[in-house]
């Protein structure tokens, strides 16, 4: 798994393709351009043309779908990919919940987050054996505990994978991910009143109960949140601090982590796109894209 020769090629793959990505300047140069002159832009770049440019978000999840596949075949082992893969499961089942009204009785809502675990494909079955109730009477509606459990799994998933590698860089960057997603969530549920039973019961469970998060349950105050989040990161900067995370990997040329610094890359690239393109567009301001 950690040998370098093994990893040497899709490396220098990734490399070579991280050399096509666009910086700052270029981003802001996107923003200021008409639809028409961004779609020519874009069809000159390593993104390729996106037709009509309305269509951004279904190309993009095309375009990303097809260049992690393709990374993913070159690799010896899947699990850089299956670290962020990770992130689009849990995505899937929290748009999904999103249809779930809250008046669903708690004894149906078990049945129905198992159905919804289908929609994390790969991972059904690793997310529906951390979807555990029950759901009642913890001073929240039955969909709001649901989605607590959707946020602990997915952290969860990708703290064990990362640390049943033994790749320490990988390892590193899924505590950073925890520490960083643990922090988003306690700030979201002390805002919106959840109980500080329900967050430590149905979200810090086992491994994500560190010693921050303890520190963090005996205040339980918004501000305290901050406590959760690794030195460096702050509130609205999760996904740079990942991706400075990510940097430290060039230091390992030849190896998993490189490949999961390269996609996270990528993952960012498609980000700040699609701010290019929804500022173009005139959906969001210039303000709001800065």
């Known amino acids: 798994m950690n040998r370098a020769d093994s990893w040497a090629y899709v490396s220098g793959v990734c490399a070579a393709r991280e050399a096509a990505f666009f910086n700052a300047r270029f981003f802001a140069e996107l923003a200021a351009l008409s639809p028409v002159e961004l779609s020519n832009r874009l069809s000159r770049s390593f993104f390729g043309p996106v037709e009509p440019l309305a269509s951004f978000d279904p190309i993009a999840r095309q375009r990303r779908r097809r260049e992690f596949d393709e990374i993913e075949s070159l690799c010896p082992d899947r699990l850089p990919v299956t670290l962020l893969r990770l992130r689009f ?32 494909s790969d991972f059904a079955a690793l997310f529906a054996a951390q979807f555990c109730g029950p759901f009642e009477g913890r001073g929240v509606s039955a969909r709001q505990a649901a ?8 952290l969860l998933l990708t703290l064990r994978i990362a640390q049943n590698s033994g790749d320490l860089f990988l390892v590193d960057w899924a505590r950073a991910a925890v520490r960083v997603g643990s922090a988003k969530v306690a700030s979201r549920a002390v805002a919106a009143g959840v109980p500080r039973q329900t967050l430590d019961e149905l979200f810090f469970r086992q491994e994500l109960l560190t010693v921050e998060a303890q520190e963090f349950l005996a205040v339980y105050v918004e501000a ?14 999760e996904e740079a601090y990942l991706l400075s995370v990510c940097e430290g990997f060039k230091a390992e040329p030849f190896s998993a982590a490189r490949v999961l610094g390269y996609l996270a890359g990528f993952l960012d690239q498609e980000r700040k796109l699609r701010l290019a393109v929804y500022t173009s567009l005139g959906r969001i301001s210039r303000e709001v894209a800065a």
């Not at 030195?231 to 900067?237: K, Q, R, Y």
């Open 147 to 154: 989605s607590l459990l959707v946020d602990s799994a997915e």
């Open 224 to 237: 305290a949140a901050e406590w959760l989040y690794p030195d460096g990161a702050t509130a609205g900067g």
């Open 89 to 120: 499961a849990g995505d899937s089942i929290r748009k999904a919940l999103d249809e779930v009204p809250d008046r669903v009785a708690p004894e149906e809502l078990g049945a129905i987050m198992v159905r919804l675990s289908l929609r994390a």
